[in-house]
C-alpha cells in the first residue's frame, strides 16, 4: 500500500498522456515520505462506457481512489491527500482550461484484520540501496 486507481472518461485519449498522469501520482505520492515507496501503485482504468451530467459527450472525468493500510493519524492522511491532490490538479490545469472536466479523489482505509499482501518489491529496493 499505497495503491491508487484511477478511472477516466475515454474522451480524454488524446488530451491526456495517462502514462504521465501515472508518474505525477506516484511520484507526488513518493514526495509525501509517508508511504513507502515498494508499495506504491498507481493504475489508470479506461471508461469506454460513461455518462456525466446531462450526457453531452465533451465532458470528461478523472476520478482517483487511494486504498492504504491503516496507523497513520487524520492530520498525516489530509496532508499526503491534499499534496497528491494538488500536484494531480497543476498537472491537469490544461484540461481544466480547454473542456469541461471533473476531478475526485478519495482516501480509503484498509482494515488490517481483511487485508493480505505479498510483496518482495521492500527486500529487492534495500538491496539495491545497500549495494549502491
Not at 104 to 120: A, E, G, P, V
Request: charged residues 25%; contains cysteine; hydrophobic residues 40%.
Amino acid at each position: 500500500m499505497p495503491h491508487f486507481t484511477i478511472e477516466y472518461s475515454a474522451n480524454l485519449d488524446g488530451r491526456l498522456d495517462m502514462k504521465l498522469v501515472c508518474e505525477v501520482v506516484r511520484k507526488a505520492a513518493s514526495e509525501t515520505g509517508i508511504f513507502p515507496l515498494g508499495g506504491i501503485r498507481v493504475r489508470a482504468i479506461r471508461c469506454e462506457y460513461y455518462a456525466v451530467a446531462d450526457a453531452r459527450q465533451d465532458y470528461g472525468f478523472l476520478d482517483m481512489v487511494l486504498r492504504i493500510g491503516e496507523g497513520r493519524d487524520l492530520k498525516t492522511r489530509q496532508q499526503a491527500g491534499e499534496h497528491v491532490f494538488q500536484a494531480l490538479s497543476r498537472h491537469l490545469d490544461p484540461v481544466f482550461a480547454a473542456s469541461k472536466f471533473a476531478l475526485s479523489f478519495d482516501m480509503q482505509i484498509n482494515d488490517k484484520d481483511t487485508s493480505w499482501k505479498r510483496n518482495n518489491i521492500h527486500d529487492a529496493l534495500k538491496a539495491e540501496a545497500q549495494a549502491g
